[in-house]
């Protein structure tokens, strides 16, 4: 098993633009430095709620770099480099590496898709083509494509740099079977932010989350405490921040936690098409939960 690459809640951090739709380095500049300054424990750029899917190769490596050269090792930065094009993943790999990425999150093939022994091959083949450590990111509600708990078994116990798995099947049976199966040969990482501590009391590490771009020390706070054994305090801070994780997630993420960002005046900017801006009654929902949790 490979060193574990944080322990915490990372942020699954968004893309901010500027209004001609080109990336806005000053503001995600200064969404770093709030992470960082409200002790986040790791930096995911350019993943689902990054927008990395519309972003060209360049941009989505130069956004990496950036941040990489922002976060100057304070925290460990991890790059989305998944693909549905395993020659087109290996690249995005080699690049993240070359620009001085800490990790990859590597999600499975999507549309196209695969069968599970192709998983074996995409995952082999895509952490074969560099040294840095991988996360493996199931979350078949975006790519139709599940990593079954035996599949994820075999890839930990042959892939020697796979040292993680990203779960958001919101399936808690399944993450306990990963659990049994693996045996701590990888860490887990809950990719759904209302399941934080149900995963960590089946062994997690922690919470790659959309909620700590508007919350990064209350999530930050709720993993650290479960994990030094208050766990009745860890479940109250869960329960609590329910609402407003079902308000992030109203509509396809990141749309309203970049509505979030910018209603606290931090500069989250505007979408990518086909991502639109929030619908005024989940904008109204939105608000009144944050206003419920102290954000405004």
Do not use: W
């Amino acid at each position: 098993m490979g060193k574990t690459i944080f322990t915490g809640a990372g942020v699954a951090i968004v893309t901010p633009f500027n209004e001609d739709g080109s990336v806005n380095y000053d503001a995600l500049g200064n969404l770093i430095e709030f992470q960082i300054k409200n002790e986040t424990d790791a930096i995911i750029i350019c993943g689902t709620t990054g927008e990395a899917s519309t972003l060209t190769d360049d941009e989505q490596i130069e956004t990496i770099r950036f941040t990489v050269d922002k976060v100057n090792k304070r925290v460990p930065v991890i790059a989305g480099a998944g693909s549905n094009d395993t020659r087109h993943g290996i690249e995005l790999c080699k690049r993240c590496e070359q620009v001085g990425a800490d990790a990859l999150l590597i999600v499975t093939p999507y549309y196209n898709k695969t069968t599970q022994k192709g998983l074996v091959k995409y995952y082999t083949d895509m952490a074969g083509a560099t040294d840095l450590p991988v996360i493996m990111y199931s979350v078949p509600g975006r790519t139709g494509l599940n990593i079954a708990p035996k599949t994820a078994e075999t890839i930990a116990k042959t892939v020697e740099n796979v040292v993680a798995i990203k779960e958001a099947s919101g399936n808690i049976a399944q993450v306990a079977e990963i659990a049994a199966r693996t045996q701590g040969d990888i860490d887990i990482y809950s990719g759904n932010d209302d399941q934080i501590v149900p995963l960590l009391s089946l062994g997690g590490k922690g919470v790659i989350s959309v909620l700590s771009n508007v919350a990064p020390k209350y999530t930050h706070d709720m993993v650290t405490s479960f994990l030094k054994g208050d766990t009745k305090k860890a479940a109250k801070m869960q329960l609590d921040a329910i609402d407003l994780i079902k308000a992030l997630f109203c509509e396809t993420s990141p749309i309203p936690v970049k509505a979030a960002l910018n209603k606290m005046g931090l500069n989250a900017g505007g979408y990518r098409s086909p991502l639109v801006e929030m619908e005024e009654a989940n904008k109204a929902v939105l608000e009144k939960a944050m206003k419920d949790f102290g954000l405004l």
